[in-house]
Structure formats: structure tokens, C-alpha cells
């Protein structure tokens, strides 16, 4: 893993969480640690900012891992491939 | 929407905001929602609009709700907040999934098979194969039978009126003369 690991045990979990499933990591500055963007990585793709210092660790983490599971393109991602080779 | 109690704190209420106005998740529109007080929430892109997953503690949903969408408006990034994510009109299966029981129990509801009777009739589309039930009539006549818990009826209403409310304001800013005129026409005729 090349990248710097979140500070907080829960957030980096979904972090990785995210990698297995091929969402991509971006640092950023701020308040926000980074952002995750989901594999379908179009305009209309997924993007989460991951805070630095949340106000609750644990929600926070259980609220990004919320949203990776509904990710819409999760199943996707492999027909936009095909489509876009046909066309 | 979900609501946790964790004594002797308030109570930590689920939802989420859907909001427009904002173009690019970028860090100023992160530092703003941050510093307006939604560090509770998390911020993502979906289908093009801000979707904000709070995890609120509160006196009330209401409180949590309405404190929410006001952080958001005091963000001074012109976000708009659509509406709670969360639908009024449902289908026999999701009525089925928020109660946590069987379709054909409800289906056994509705046509009075099972339970007290008198299941509220359908919302909208009585002419399709598929018509929909207002969540809010439904959920009322399930606390009425204690098949529900009173607090997730009224939270319901909460979110309904709620939507409602974003609703009308929004349509208001569009087009204030066919507000004006249908309240009008309305008012006229009672």
C-alpha cells in the first residue's frame, strides 16, 4: 500500500474496504483526508469524501461503507466496458 | 431512517439529504459543509447530486432533520436541499421490508384476510398493475393496530412534511403565479 493510512482504525478499514473493490483513493487537503472514487470513473461515477477528524469515527466509517454497498455501478461497470467497445 | 438511543446522550437518528446547487465535490464545497456543522455527515457524488448519509444525535428526528438542512443552507455554497431520501409512495414488497414482515402478509392485510381490516386503499396509479401506498397512511394504520411503533409513524409524517415543505418552496421559486393561481382556484371552491 503506497498511500498514507487514515489516522482513524475504523476509517481506514472502509478505505481498504473500498480498494478490494476497486474504488480508487485520492489524498486531498482540507478537512477532508480524501476522496474514494468508484470504479464506473466517468462523470456520473461515485465519489466519497472521507473526513479527517469526523465528529463520530465509527459512523463515519459505517456510512462510507453504506455508500459503497449501494453503489449503483458496482454491477455495471463491466456493461459500460462492452458498450463502450461496440460503439 | 433509523434511530438509536444511546443513554444518557440524545438519541442518534439516520438519514440522508439529497442536495443540488453543487457542482463539483470539491474542497471548498467539503470545508464549508464541514465547518457549517455536518462533520456527522458523509458527503458523496451520486448521479450527479450531493448525497449526505447523517448520523444525527438530536432531541427528536425533526430536530435532526431540520438542524441538518439548515447547516446546509448556512454553508454559503448556494447548496439547495432537495429532499430526505426517503419515499412516500411504496409497493406491497417495501412495506413488507419496512416492517419487517412476509409480502403476503401485507397482501393478506390488504385484503383483510388477516388483521383488523380496513388497510388504507392505494395512493396513486389504481388503474395499473401497480398501484402505490402512501407510506404515511399505511403507517398510521399500523400503529393504530400496534403493528408499528408509534415513534416510527409520527417520524412518517415528519419526513413527508418535511418533503413536502422542500417541495413547495422549490416549486414556488419556479413558478409563483401557477402556485398562486392553483391556491386561488382552490380556496375559491371550499
Avoid at chain 2, 70 to 93: F, K, Q
Avoid at chain 2, 163 to 185: K, T
Wanted: net charge negative; proline share 6%.
Amino acid at each position: 500500500m503506497s498511500r498514507s493510512r487514515h489516522p482513524k482504525p475504523a476509517i481506514e478499514k472502509a478505505v481498504q474496504y473500498a480498494e478490494q473493490l476497486g474504488w480508487r483513493v485520492e489524498l486531498s487537503g482540507g478537512h477532508a483526508w480524501g476522496r474514494l472514487f468508484c470504479p464506473f470513473s466517468s462523470r456520473s461515477g461515485c465519489i466519497i469524501s472521507v473526513w479527517s477528524t469526523p465528529r463520530n469515527a465509527d459512523n463515519h466509517a459505517r456510512q462510507i461503507r453504506k455508500v459503497i454497498d449501494s453503489c449503483p455501478h458496482r454491477s455495471d461497470s463491466d456493461d459500460e466496458q462492452e458498450g463502450d467497445t461496440e460503439s | 431512517m433509523k434511530t438509536s438511543t444511546n443513554p444518557p446522550c440524545e438519541p442518534e437518528h439516520d438519514f440522508a439529504l439529497i442536495v443540488g446547487g453543487v457542482g463539483e465535490q470539491t474542497q471548498h464545497v467539503e470545508d464549508a459543509l464541514f465547518n457549517a456543522g455536518c462533520d456527522d455527515a458523509t458527503l458523496s457524488i451520486q448521479y450527479g447530486l450531493l448525497y449526505m448519509e447523517f448520523s444525527r444525535s438530536a432531541p427528536s428526528l425533526e430536530d435532526a432533520i431540520i438542524g441538518a438542512i439548515n447547516d446546509v443552507r448556512n454553508a454559503g455554497i448556494r447548496a439547495e436541499v432537495l429532499r430526505v431520501d426517503e419515499c412516500d409512495l411504496v409497493t406491497p414488497s417495501e412495506i413488507a421490508r419496512r416492517i419487517g414482515r412476509t409480502r403476503q402478509l401485507i397482501h393478506q392485510y390488504m385484503n383483510g384476510t388477516r388483521g383488523p381490516g380496513g388497510f388504507p386503499p392505494p395512493e396513486c396509479h389504481l388503474t395499473d398493475n401497480a398501484p402505490l401506498w402512501a407510506w404515511c397512511a399505511v403507517s398510521y394504520w399500523l400503529v393504530q393496530n400496534d403493528l408499528l411503533r408509534p415513534e416510527e409513524g409520527w417520524n412518517a409524517e415528519v419526513v413527508e412534511a418535511i418533503n413536502n415543505f422542500l417541495e413547495s418552496e422549490r416549486q414556488r421559486q419556479r413558478y409563483p403565479e401557477l402556485v398562486d393561481e392553483i391556491a386561488r382556484g382552490l380556496t375559491m371552491h371550499t
